[in-house]
């Protein structure tokens, strides 16, 4: 018994370790991309807090914050993307993995500085009606839709700006519901 709590109380100081490290890269990064420690703190603060309301934990939210910062998104709308990325992936039942890939689809999208059919693809894959809700925004059809984008006509500025809003139209709120399931409550308590 003696050995066995020995060896618990081992692994909790190394996960506590490895813990407070991440946080600290985090916190260089972000004081990097930022320009201060005092914005990459207030940044870490209120990324701390959105992740309380999620069923996501913060190793995954860091890395997509830190991909979306490095892809151009500015630090006041990371976390409202952030929001609508959550939503969309709570609601088709995904976690951190699906996060990474939508970050990443979006990013590669505003460094293109238009919308393709390739990071289109990796959104669909997903299960998000992306091509449907970029239309809609527009007002156009989905094959009207992809042949704009086929010839490189919709900036990635206006199409991240309507799939994200088209995101929170159809899944808004999902966060919240995973939160309170089994998963979401321990998610929120390893944070």
Request: hydrophobic share 45%.
């Amino acid at each position: 018994v003696g050995a066995g709590l020995g060896a618990a109380a081992v692994t909790g100081g190394v996960a506590a370790v490895k813990l407070a490290a991440d946080w600290e890269q985090a916190e260089i990064a972000f004081t990097t991309m930022l320009g201060s420690a005092e914005k990459a703190k207030a940044f870490m603060d209120e990324l701390f807090e959105f992740a309380k309301r999620t069923p996501f934990e913060m190793p995954g939210l860091i890395d997509a914050t830190r991909r979306l910062l490095a892809y151009g998104f500015e630090a006041n709308k990371v976390i409202p993307t952030l929001t609508a990325i959550g939503d969309a992936v709570s609601a088709l039942g995904g976690g951190a993995e699906e996060i990474g890939r939508v970050t990443l689809a979006l990013g590669q999208m505003q460094a293109k500085g238009k919308v393709t059919g390739e990071e289109m693809r990796q959104l669909a894959e997903l299960g998000i009606p992306v091509w449907e809700l970029l239309a809609k925004a527009m007002g156009k059809t989905v094959a009207q839709t992809m042949k704009l984008s086929e010839t490189g006509k919709i900036t990635a500025a206006k199409g991240i700006t309507a799939i994200l809003e088209g995101i929170e139209s159809r899944f808004a709120g999902s966060m919240d519901v995973q939160s309170r399931t089994l998963i979401g409550r321990w998610s929120t308590m390893k944070d």
